[in-house]
Structure formats: C-alpha cells, structure tokens
C-alpha cells in the first residue's frame, strides 16, 4: 500500500473541507467515508477499510464507516463487544494498542468472527485504537487485505497518521459536546507486569516478555543497520528480519495477554 507523501497531501486537503461539511450538515459517517476513499485510492484493489465507534461504556464497536466492505459483512450500527476473540478491532479497543493479524484463518483473535471474515475473501487485518485529545479510546481504525501479511515500517507510520485525522473529523462532528473519558476498557483490560531492575524474573510469562523487550530492542538495531547497509541486498535482508522480529513479537504478546486474560477470568 502506497503509504507516502501523496497520502499525507490527500488526508491534509481532506481535514481543510471538514468544518464546511459539518456546517453543511454532512453526517460523520459522510465524511468518514471520503477519509477512507482516499485511503483505499491509493492502496489499490487488496485494501479495504473500516472505522468503528467505541460506546460511551467503552465495551462495545459499531460500524461507523466502511465505504467498500459488503453489507453481507458489516453495515452501519452493526456492533460487537470488544474482547479477544471478536476480531482485531474488537482486540484493539480492548488492550489499547494497534493489533496486527497476519493471518485471520489462524488468529485466536478471530475466533468467533474468523470464518465470515474468510468468506469474504479477508485474509489479514490491521487495526489500531483511535484516541481523543485525552487519549481516551473513541473508535478503531482498521485495514483489512485479501492476502496475509504485516505492515510494513512506512506502512504503521502512514496508518497512525491516517488515525490521527479521522480522530479530528470524529472530535469535529462531536463539537462542544464532547467531554473527555478517561479510557475505562483500558483499566479492566488484564495488564503485563514487566520485571523492574532489581527484581528476580520467577514468572515464566515475566520471563518471556523481557525477553520480548529485548528482541523489540535488537529490531531497531536492524533497522539502523539497514540504513547503514553497504548493498540494497543486504538493506532488505535486515529490514525484513527486522519486520519478522516484530511479527514475532506481536504474535507472542498477544498470546501472553490471552493467558493472562484466561487467567484473570477464573
């Protein structure tokens, strides 16, 4: 997906026409839609996008644009609760960090909406919480592909500022009215303790996400490598084990969220 400089331009012309559309009386989901379309432009035919509205309880999704996905998959005010099996958006909203499913068909957290994904033709899907000025949860963001894979670098970059603006037409469209919430699903959501300097790593999961630390660390060396690499073949080389590191990563820290969601439940 192009994520470059001709997005940037495209999204900032797209920010200077939403006060006038909401003066107009333009629905959110109007000028939602004209976001997306400019996203999906320019991602070709793979790409398919969706942006869903947190509840002011901050335990349930609905659709609140998805200009290109088939009503026989998601319409506007369809809604789910958020959770880790729900699917990547739903798991998004719930850890309060982006999801990255590389693979839907072997995903847990597509579990009870994997196969309806699959059926029409989603094979990855990538999605990230869109935040007030507050940071409170509002909403998700998500890109939805027909072939597996994980985003690139450039790739997370251009998807952070595509939700930085549609967090803009979402506050625009709220106005005055909007009062910050502090972001309640955050706090009941199961938290990951990391080993502090001066204590003895006992938990295998402790154990296990230092090491991740680690690993996350060593994946910017790589990259700084890269940059520095004598040969266009070595600069791929180490950018790709770079990304495969952090696929790696995300995979095993949302499996140790899973235990400890289970966990914590019992």
């Not at 994520?3 to 012309?13: C, H, K, N, P």
């Amino acid at each position: 997906m192009p994520f470059a400089a001709a997005l940037r331009e495209s999204l900032q012309e797209r920010g200077r026409e939403i006060p006038a559309e909401f003066e107009r009386g333009d629905s959110l989901e109007d000028v939602l839609n004209r976001h997306l379309r400019t996203v999906e432009q320019m991602g070709g035919d793979d790409v398919s996008t969706c942006i869903l509205l947190l509840s002011p309880d901050g335990k349930r999704l609905s659709v609140g644009a998805a200009p290109t996905l088939p009503a026989s998959y998601c319409r506007p005010g369809d809604s789910f609760e958020i959770g880790l099996s729900h699917g990547s958006c739903a798991a998004a909203a719930y850890l309060g960090r982006p999801v990255y499913s590389v693979d839907i068909e072997t995903d847990p957290i597509w579990a009870d909406f994997g196969e309806v994904a699959l059926q029409h033709g989603y094979r990855s899907c990538w999605s990230t919480p869109i935040r007030n000025p507050n940071g409170a949860i509002v909403g998700t963001f998500a890109i939805l592909h027909r072939t597996v894979g994980m985003p690139t670098h450039e790739e997370i970059e251009a998807i952070e500022m595509i939700t930085g603006h549609v967090a803009e037409a979402i506050m625009w469209s709220r106005g005055s009215e909007f009062i910050a919430r502090p972001d309640r699903h955050q706090s009941d959501a199961p938290k990951l303790k990391l080993v502090s300097n001066n204590q003895e790593a006992c938990d295998p999961a402790t154990q296990l996400v230092t090491l991740v630390e680690n690993l996350h660390s060593k994946a910017a060396d790589l990259d700084r490598c890269a940059n520095r690499a004598e040969s266009d073949a070595d600069a791929h080389a180490l950018k790709k084990t770079a990304e495969l590191s952090r696929m790696l990563i995300a995979n095993i820290m949302l499996q140790i969220e899973l235990i400890s969601s289970r966990n914590s439940a019992r």
